[in-house]
């Protein structure tokens, strides 16, 4: 089945700052979303981008389909950033969600 | 307001209790999901319903057991608890297939 990695796994930044999370995926994707997991454990959908480009308000997301990647942009970092970011494909089979290990995103005053 | 409620929110019990995880949803979705996450760690599904009466096994396996009597209630139980089973669930519905996802806010679990 397909695999999800991501990249970083960890990542410290100063409130202000721009950061890149990556999303690499092993076959082709039809569904695929990013996540935000706040330190409580909320998961809250942010995007789905199977392809193209979206944007909401200081995120973006961008998926090159043909080249097997997403990125997510966050620019001018917020503590309320903090968390766990995941990307994760859709099965159209099972509607189960296949997510990648997450890259956690650290936002220091 | 439409939404997806798990309770308790945080559980420590004894090895060899039996315990239930609830889950309701006001949204109408006949998808729910339950997945379980270790800390900081990616989401592996347990259990699956398409609907009432329908109830199949995800890719890790589970010593859990799931029912769906109703379309807004489906509970997770453990029939006798390990400190293996320690470990947050998360339930989750969604109404556009493998979009639309929403979630609940997790039940942590530690079994001493």
């Known amino acids: 089945g397909i695999q999800v990695e991501q990249s970083p796994p960890d990542l410290i930044l100063q409130e202000g700052a721009n950061s890149t999370l990556r999303c690499n995926f092993s076959d082709s994707v039809n569904n695929l979303q990013w996540f935000h997991q706040n330190p409580w454990g909320q998961l809250i959908n942010l995007f789905y981008?199977?392809?193209?480009?979206k944007q909401n308000g200081r995120l973006s997301a961008t998926t090159v389909a043909t080249e097997r990647y997403s990125l997510l942009y966050i620019s001018s970092s917020q503590t309320t950033d903090s968390g766990v970011y995941f990307c994760?494909?859709?099965?159209?089979?099972?509607?189960?969600?296949?997510w990648g290990a997450g890259t956690k995103l650290i936002i220091k005053p | 307001e439409a939404d997806i409620y798990q309770t308790p929110r945080y559980l420590v019990i004894g090895t060899g209790k039996k315990i239930t995880l609830e889950c309701s949803q006001t949204m109408g979705h006949d998808k729910m999901y339950w997945y379980q996450q270790d800390p900081g760690m990616e989401l592996h599904l347990i259990h699956y319903?398409?609907?009432?009466?329908?109830?199949e096994k995800g890719d890790l396996s589970s010593e859990s057991t799931v029912s769906r009597i109703r379309t807004e209630h489906f509970p997770l139980t453990l029939e006798s608890a390990r400190p293996s089973h320690t470990s947050q669930y998360l339930c989750?519905?969604?109404?556009?297939?493998?979009?639309?996802?929403?979630f609940g806010s997790g039940t942590r679990l530690t079994v001493v």
């Open positions: 319903s398409y609907g009432v009466n329908s109830t």
């Open positions: 981008i199977p392809s193209g480009t």
């Open positions: 994760a494909e859709g099965l159209d089979s099972n509607y189960q969600l296949i």
């Open positions: 989750a519905s969604s109404g556009q297939g493998p979009l639309g996802y929403t």
